[in-house]
């Protein structure tokens, strides 16, 4: 059986290469065109998935007294009887400043002090949080709007 050459098989993929090449710029010329001559498209809603979306809608503006902002964890635990003894122990001295509350963040109970829309004060409040409890943090979270 004899080979074909090496310019041979070259040339015999390169026409191929051409003819695709063709095609394509072919169907995109033509494709356009009968796209725009069809006309309206319509679409009907089944009536109950136009209700879930009026109460996604609903729901997105309820939460809208939510911003993004900063909470100073001062611990975590797995039970909820620590974290609420960890409260107590804030309580005293942050909590009429700041506010503490606990907050169940599967698998864990979070213990945190304020809320703080400003980073600066969030900052200022960790110096302050951090002389009690050493290993306080400042949490990135999503927190109430505060009232104006």
Known sequence: MKRPKISTLFAMELSVKHFLLFALLVLGYLAPGKL?????????????????????????????DKVRGYRIMIGFFAGRAEAENLKQQAKDPFGAKFG??????EPNFKVYVGQFT???????????????????????????????
């Open 36 to 64: 725009a001559a069809q006309g309206k498209v319509q679409v009907d809603v089944d009536p109950s998935v136009k209700e879930m979306e009026e109460n996604r809608t609903k729901r997105r503006k309820a939460n809208s």
């Open 100 to 105: 503490v509350n606990v907050l169940y963040d």
């Open 118 to 148: 400003n980073a600066d004060d969030a900052d200022a409040a960790l110096v302050e949080i951090r002389k009690k409890f050493p290993s306080a943090t400042r949490i990135s979270d999503i927190i109430r709007r505060p009232a104006k």
